[in-house]
């Protein structure tokens, strides 16, 4: 758990969090930087949440149930992994081929830029509308675009 606050705090308050902190059982570690401070309790919220999934564990599912999670994680697993390899693929050497033509990546752009306001959207009905309209200028000024025109 991390408990961010501000610069400002006075020394006061951030007395307070620890000492309450300190009152839930557990071991605050204070960072004090230029913008913010930080009382981190991760060590022992970690394992006071992983006790807590083991008697969940221990007491309310069996082999069986474990071995069928482990499963179905694993075949998630798998097809996530796949997928990426797929998608990687497909769209690497399709991005290079685009974004080493800037003539074809200046025609291409409107387009990516419309579809990427819209996809992501589980419902389309509800997205909000997107200007489509064409940039004539491109999204990196970099020399190896302006150079080729």
């Known amino acids: 758990m991390i408990v961010n606050m501000s610069a ?6 951030i007395h307070h969090v620890m ?20 009382i981190g309790v991760v060590g022992l919220a970690t394992v006071w949440v992983a006790t807590i999934i083991v ?5 309310e599912l069996t082999l069986s149930d474990i071995a069928t999670v482990l499963e ?5 697993l798998v097809r996530v992994v796949v997928l990426i390899g797929l998608a990687t693929s497909l769209w690497v050497p399709g991005g290079v081929y685009i ?6 990546a ?5 387009l990516a830029q419309f579809r990427s306001c ?3 959207l589980p419902n389309r009905r509800r997205a909000p509308r997107c ?19």
Not at 99 to 104: D, T
Request: aromatic share 2%; hydrophobic share 30%.
């Open 106 to 110: 200046e025609r291409l752009q409107p």
């Open 55 to 59: 008697r969940f564990v221990a007491t």
């Open 8 to 13: 400002t705090a006075t020394e006061e308050q």
């Open 72 to 76: 179905l994680g694993c075949l998630t």
């Open 19 to 38: 000492d309450r902190i300190k009152e839930c059982g557990f071991l605050p570690h204070l960072i004090q930087g230029a913008e913010r401070t930080v």
């Open 131 to 149: 200007s489509a309209t064409p940039m004539r200028t491109p999204l990196v000024d970099h020399p190896a675009t302006t150079d080729r025109r």
């Open 118 to 120: 819209r996809s992501g």
């Open 99 to 104: 974004g080493l033509r800037p003539k074809l």
